[in-house]
Every structure is written in C-alpha cells, then in structure tokens.
C-alpha cells in the first residue's frame, strides 16, 4: 500500500486550501482513510476521517470549517480546509487504514502554512 498526498502550501488566515491524497494497492475491504496533523513541537492529532461508506468525523477543532471527501473509484480522499487559521499550520499527513489489519499506512506530509 502506499499513500501520496499532494496540495498544501502558503495562505493567509481566512483563506482555503485542498489537499488530495491518492491510496495505490488496497483492496475492497471496508476502509478507513483521513488526516492527521503535527504542529512544530506537537504530537499528532486527527483532523478528519472518513471511511469507504462515506461516514466523516471531525475533533471540534476542524468541525465546520474543513471538510473531508472520498471518491471510492479513485480510491482518493479530499480535504477541503476553509476559515484557515494560523493555529492550522501543520505538517499534514493522510493515512490509510484496513480495520481488518493493524498497520496503518501513511503519506509523507504535506506542510500547510497559515500567515496571520
């Protein structure tokens, strides 16, 4: 399995960003793909989930203003972040999860800079 985000980059506070991350070699088992993201000096934490039926959940953090999408045929999850605030800057990461198997399987991140 890989995972391959792309999208990111430099906005200021108020703005949008859309982030696309594409999964190669998973099967058709129910699934679960997201975001998680870490801050300078911060642990990781969720920012969107949503699995193969189309079920979403966000931490109140990102609830209302970031959106997650998926496109099963693609096997590609969107995220679609709007209101961005400078406390959103994070290396961002997707994943992809089998429920089935234990390992979870990530991207490489992608840096979202929010300027105040």
């Known amino acids: 399995v890989q995972v391959l985000e792309s999208g990111g980059g430099l906005v200021q506070a108020g703005g949008s960003l859309r982030l696309s991350c594409a999964a190669s070699?998973?099967?058709?088992?129910?699934?679960?793909m997201g975001w998680y993201r870490q801050a300078t000096d911060k642990g990781r934490v969720l920012v969107a989930v949503i699995d193969s039926g189309g079920t979403s959940n966000y931490p109140q953090s990102t609830e209302g203003r970031f959106t997650i999408s998926r496109d099963n045929a693609k096997n590609t999850v969107y995220l679609q972040m709007n209101s961005l605030k400078p406390e959103d800057t994070a290396v961002y990461y997707c994943?992809?999860?089998?429920?089935?198997?234990?390992?979870?399987?990530w991207g490489q991140g992608t840096q979202v800079t929010v300027s105040s």
């Open positions: 070699g998973i099967g058709p088992n129910f699934n679960y």
């Open positions: 994943y992809y999860h089998d429920p089935l198997e234990p390992q979870m399987f």
